[in-house]
């Protein structure tokens, strides 16, 4: 039975009226899984381990059961399986690796990064030196990032250039990649960027959904909230709202590749949505788009656009003067261009547990998106999705725009404190 990944949303939405949505949304009603009871989840760990990995992965390899394989990649992924029959199967999807398909090749090089860094670098290197394809380029470059020297770099510097020339600035995957390798230094400290996106000038008139990320996605970050005025939401005790929010995806690739983080930049949110994925759950989610991925007048929400063709500058409208040297705030950008799709911020059914040793436990890894932490068994225990989806309500909906934003490489979660210089303090 073919794996589906808990953040391909086009999969699995059901689609909802708004308001009954936003009528039922506001309220921590009692919800229900059958699928998160302790029973349940074993005997679907059992069933993923024996059909979809162990299964799948006893067929031998061809172009006719190649999907198989991938189904088994994607599932070693989420339930982080590394095993020495895992391991034997992907060294063997490595020996035939260059006459595979593009899709199998970025599946192989994804489920390398994720789950056997450092490995397999005779063969990616091999498929990098073969391949001109532009995001098998870039994941091989990246898998050999991690655990590559300077002299590395300088090759790999050398075959893009050779490889791709002129396309380089065309090509938002490699011209990425290569802005990964010749980092620009940014002309705005810490405090000129926080204090304008907090400022009541950024964004006039919309409600916003800040996301404040470390660099190192392992760490959890923080969501504050803005109304259309310009306030932030504070509780009933007359404190920020804040709720921690994961950015991390189940492979920590860079945001500019399918399946990598978050993207760091400005999201169009427009609304709720419930999905039917048994890994997401019935807890309300923020619908999210990036430029590029919606049409223009849906991004920027206005009816009088007639161009659909998109430009930097359609953009940079929306990050204003102060910010649109900011060059961090241009991943989202990029990621749109580069056919990223599909990222919101939802709750999620999966086991924490499945993640326990890892620093951002109980919050649970994803496929990109922006996601905070629910706790069940069979009932819904705990939900700060629902508080998010309560301060969204509070705040004037999901109507506006969401900012994803690192503030530093700390190696911690951020909490409100982290936060509190920048913000109001009226």
């Keep these: 039975m073919k794996f589906i990944l808990y953040c391909r949303i086009a999969l699995f939405l059901t689609i909802f ?24 989840r074993a ?11 162990n299964g799948n992965l006893k067929f031998p390899l061809s172009d006719s059961t190649e999907e198989n394989w991938m189904d088994a990649f994607d599932a070693m992924e989420v339930f982080r399986v590394n095993t020495q029959f895992t391991f034997q199967k992907v060294k063997h999807a490595f020996d035939s690796v260059q006459v595979r398909s593009v899709l199998f090749q970025r599946k192989l090089l994804e489920v390398a990064y994720a789950n056997y860094p450092g490995k397999f ?12 394809e532009p995001k098998v380029f870039a994941l091989c470059a990246e898998y050999l990032f ?7 770099m300088h090759n790999i510097d050398s075959l893009l250039r050779i490889k791709f020339g002129d396309s380089l600035v065309y090509n938002p995957v490699l011209y990425r990649l290569l802005s990964r390798m010749h980092p620009s230094k940014h002309l705005l400290n ?11 000038y950024f964004l006039p008139g919309q409600i916003v959904m800040f996301s404040v990320q470390r660099k ?8 504050v909230l803005r109304d259309a005025a310009g306030n932030f939401v504070k509780d009933s005790a007359g404190k920020y709202f804040n709720v921690p929010q994961l950015a991390r995806s189940i492979s920590n690739l860079p945001s500019y590749l399918t399946n990598g983080n978050t993207p760091q930049g400005i999201f169009r949110m427009y609304g709720f949505q419930v999905s039917m994925s048994s890994f997401i759950g019935p807890t309300a989610n923020v619908q999210l788009g990036m430029p590029v991925e919606l049409s223009k007048k849906k991004y ?9 063709v998109w430009n930097v500058s359609d953009y940079q409208r929306l990050l204003g003067s102060a910010l649109s040297s900011y060059t961090p705030l241009y991943d989202a950008w990029y990621a749109g261009k580069a056919g990223r799709t599909e990222i919101i911020a939802h709750g999620t059914t999966l086991d924490p547990e499945l993640y326990k040793h890892a620093p951002y436990y109980p919050l649970t890894p994803t496929q990109g998106c922006l996601c905070t932490k629910e706790i069940w068994d069979g009932k819904r225990v705990e939900s700060d999705q629902q508080k998010l989806i309560n301060g969204l309500l509070k705040a004037g909906g999901a109507n506006g725009y969401c900012v994803v934003i690192e503030i530093d490489n700390e190696e911690a979660p951020v ?12």
Excluded: C
């Excluded at 909490?415 to 009226?426: V, W």
């Design 17 to 40: 009226f708004a308001p009954s949505i936003t009528l039922w949304a506001q309220y921590d009603v009692p919800l229900y899984t059958s699928y998160t009871t302790i029973k349940a």
């Design 43 to 53: 005997e679907m760990v059992q069933r993923i381990h024996d059909n979809t990995i």
């Design 121 to 132: 670098h005779e063969a990616v290197s091999g498929l990098m030196s073969h391949t001109n």
């Design 146 to 152: 991690q655990q590559s020297h300077h002299g590395s």
């Design 190 to 200: 810490k405090q000129q960027v926080f204090q304008n996106l907090f400022s009541k």
């Design 216 to 223: 190192d996605r392992n760490y959890p970050g923080l969501v």
């Design 300 to 308: 920027l929400n206005d009816s009088a656009i007639l161009d659909s």
């Design 415 to 426: 909490t409100i404190s982290d936060l509190l210089p920048y913000l109001p303090h009226k």
